[in-house]
């Protein structure tokens, strides 16, 4: 046996001994669904190594719980009243997941009190001039047609637990479903454990939401597959724009604080793009092997060139804002409004003629609606999250790994963030796709 690297286990409120209204099969081969049970797991990691006998082995035998509908429930549907929140900045699916959770609570377990918390944590602040929206599905039925979040969104206070476990009090709410990203993930954890710390019973459930695709132990976030199709077109222009230019550059800016995977994803999605620029992989803009003097090699030998570059690349080489955001992120620097400049001084002083097209189409990315694959994925997401509260799990995040829709504590997705790996799979696709150098530093 592996020696295990994580506890995947799901802190729940109490035995399960309701009988679930969702009527399904624990039978084999009925032809009828089957529940989910505490026993149903998989494998967290499926990758394996060789023994020196020749044998095969997982390099782990972690196993993480299935998310799913259970023949028995925490909660009595008929005394339950849920809230919903999306915190942070919107993205392609919020209102989705909306319509899923109201969706599945009402016809599914016969809930009839649901209410949306308007801004975030801001709304669950006793001074808030926020009032709930009762929710309900005539309230959501076509609101997956819009981007955005019907809720409203916004950033901080989830740092103020004690003042958010009070109105969950008052409000006497049973089930609280957090749609947002790490620091609002990190918010509800905390929420958690002063609910455990009081000995209330309010279940808490995250579902994950960040553009970026930056949380730990998911294999993707939604709004992500959206956030990628949305970026494609702005490349596709950047190209043509180059192209029709003499020297022309197109240089189009994504999201990406911390992680990549936009920039990357869109550079395979749309292989026009001569050098995608993550986080995870430092570059130099001057010297020998800086981005510059390839840049100039690449009209050199082409007339045209696209730049594709996540928000929180080339960091180092901006002076910092010192400033944060609501939600105590450091606000970053503008790279792309910088390399504009100077790759337009560089050209200038180096005598050639050269024309560079900036495009941000960041705003128009986060607010579009969900595309067919995220609508999906978000319509799974929003019921798999209803069964995980019914059934008395909280502080877990509805998750996917291995294409299995599973349960994981909030803990470890906010553990660390998920990055661009500069020696797997992904980023080698994009350089093989690019055809940039492995690395741009002196």
């Not at 046996?1 to 035995?15: P, S, Y």
Request: hydrophobic share 40%.
């Amino acid at each position: 046996m592996k020696e295990k690297k994580f506890d995947f286990t799901i802190r729940t409120l109490g035995k399960a001994k309701i009988v679930s209204p969702i009527k399904m099969s624990m039978e084999a081969g009925d032809g009828i669904a089957d529940y989910v049970t505490e026993d149903d797991r998989i494998l967290f990691d499926i990758d394996t190594l060789t023994t020196e006998a020749g044998h095969v082995i997982p390099v782990c035998e972690d196993t993480v719980e299935l998310a799913g509908p259970r023949e028995y429930i925490y909660f009595n549907p008929s005394h339950v009243h849920a809230a919903i929140c999306t915190c942070g900045g919107i993205c392609p699916g919020l209102n989705n997941v909306i319509r899923a959770v109201v969706r599945c609570l009402w016809y599914r377990y016969g809930v009839r009190r649901i209410s949306g918390i308007r801004y975030g944590y801001q709304g669950l602040m006793p001074d808030s001039p926020y009032p709930f929206m009762d929710l309900n599905p005539d309230v959501v039925d076509d609101i997956q047609e819009r981007g955005g979040t019907i809720l409203g969104s916004a950033r901080g206070a989830g740092d103020r637990v004690v003042d958010i476990v009070d109105s969950l009090e008052r409000m006497n709410v049973n089930i609280l479903f957090a749609i947002g990203g790490d620091g609002t993930l990190r918010g509800a954890n905390d929420i958690g454990e002063e609910i455990l710390r009081r000995g209330l019973k309010i279940s808490v459930i995250g579902i994950p939401k960040t553009i970026d695709n930056d949380l730990s132990f998911i294999q993707k976030s939604f709004g992500f597959d959206t956030a990628v199709s949305m970026a494609v077109p702005s490349v596709r222009g950047a190209h043509t724009e180059a192209r029709n230019s003499i020297n022309g550059i197109g240089l189009v800016k994504v999201m990406g604080r911390s992680s990549g995977f936009i920039a990357a994803s869109t550079s395979l999605a749309q292989s026009d793009v001569n050098f995608c620029l993550i986080p995870e992989n430092p570059f130099d803009l001057y010297g020998d092997n800086g981005l510059l003097i390839h840049l100039k090699k690449r009209l050199i030998d082409r007339n045209h060139a696209v730049i594709l570059v996540a928000e929180g690349a080339g960091q180092d080489l901006l002076p910092k804002t010192g400033e944060k955001d609501a939600s105590g992120n450091e606000k970053l620097s503008d790279i792309g409004i910088f390399l504009k400049e100077e790759i337009t001084k560089y050209f200038k002083q180096e005598g050639i003629p050269s024309s560079v097209k900036y495009i941000d189409p960041s705003y128009l990315i986060r607010s579009a609606p969900a595309n067919s694959y995220d609508s999906i994925y978000c319509a799974r997401l929003g019921a798999h999250a209803v069964h995980a509260a019914m059934a008395g799990k909280t502080q877990a995040l509805i998750s996917m790994i291995n294409d299995r829709f599973v349960e994981i504590p909030i803990s470890l997705a906010v553990s660390k963030r998920n990055m661009v790996n500069t020696e797997g799979a992904l980023w080698r696709d994009v350089l093989e796709n690019t055809r940039q150098p492995s690395s741009m530093k002196n």
